[in-house]
Antibody, heavy 119, light 108 residues
Framework: EVQVVESGGGLVKPGGSLRLSCAAS????????MHWVRQAPGKGLEWVSS????????SYADPVRGRFTISRDNAKNSLYLQMNSLRAEDTAMYYC????????????WGPGTTVTVSS | EFVLTQSPGTLSLSPGERATLSCRAS???????LAWYQQKPGQAPRLLIY???SRATGVPDRFSGSGSGTDFTLTISRLEPEDFAVYYC?????????FGQGTKVEIK
């Protein structure tokens, strides 16, 4: 079964750090670009970051650029999001998602992991 | 900054009725880069439409997408009980991705 599963969420104080992980299975992870998308409580979806299949091309949304770092380990079929200098407005459900191979759409999503930034 | 504006914010309809959801872009979007997602409470989003008009695997044919340039539409021909959810459009451009704010389709 094709799936991705996030982990690493939790409660962190403002200014703190957290590292999210996304474990992929059921497909050739190294062939796909991967994304992080977040959703604040009661709000809409917000794209956070993306990384190409090889890791050579990375993009960030403006609100997280300079604070978050996306990376991947194709040998471990894993995607990561290192989040530093966290703010209250980073509180959200964070989803890992796969970019489809032949078209621009996120076709596989994980169940998400919750990040809460609060003192 | 690329902005996608969805309307209406909420659509109140009955099962069996037709739903028409709009997504307007602040700049022209290549059809290849426009997608639609469905999200139900407590669940991750699900890809419905890619390339503005192509249905993703397993998506019923009552869902259809259309449009070009800056104006795109998601149509649900006859609402089924499981279709009541929030719908988001999404575009790719300038090395970033943008979601619309969503349209909630609720039972009237």
């Amino acid at each position: 079964e094709v799936q991705v599963v996030e982990s690493g969420g939790g409660l962190v104080k403002p200014g703190g750090s957290l590292r999210l992980s996304c474990a992929a299975s059921g497909f050739t992870f190294s062939s796909y670009s991967m994304h992080w998308v977040r959703q604040a409580p009661g709000k809409g979806l917000e794209w956070v970051s993306s990384i190409s299949s090889s890791g050579g091309y990375i993009s960030y949304a403006d609100p997280v650029r300079g604070r978050f770092t996306i990376s991947r380990d194709n040998a471990k079929n894993s995607l990561y999001l290192q989040m530093n200098s966290l703010r209250a407005e980073d509180t959200a459900m964070y989803y890992c998602a796969r970019l489809a191979a032949k078209y621009y759409g996120l076709d596989v999503w994980g169940p998400g992991t919750t990040v809460t930034v609060s003192s | 900054e690329f902005v996608l504006t969805q309307s209406p914010g909420t659509l109140s309809l009955s099962p069996g009725e037709r739903a028409t959801l709009s997504c307007r872009a602040s700049q022209s979007v290549s059809n290849s880069y426009l997608a639609w997602y469905q999200q139900k409470p407590g669940q991750a989003p699900r890809l419905l439409i890619y390339g503005a008009s192509s249905r993703a695997t397993g998506v019923p044919d009552r869902f259809s997408g259309s449009g070009s340039g800056t104006d795109f539409t998601l149509t649900i021909s006859r609402l089924e009980p499981e279709d009541f959810a929030v719908y988001y459009c999404q575009q790719y451009g300038d090395s970033s991705w943008t979601f619309g704010q969503g349209t909630k389709v609720e039972i009237k």
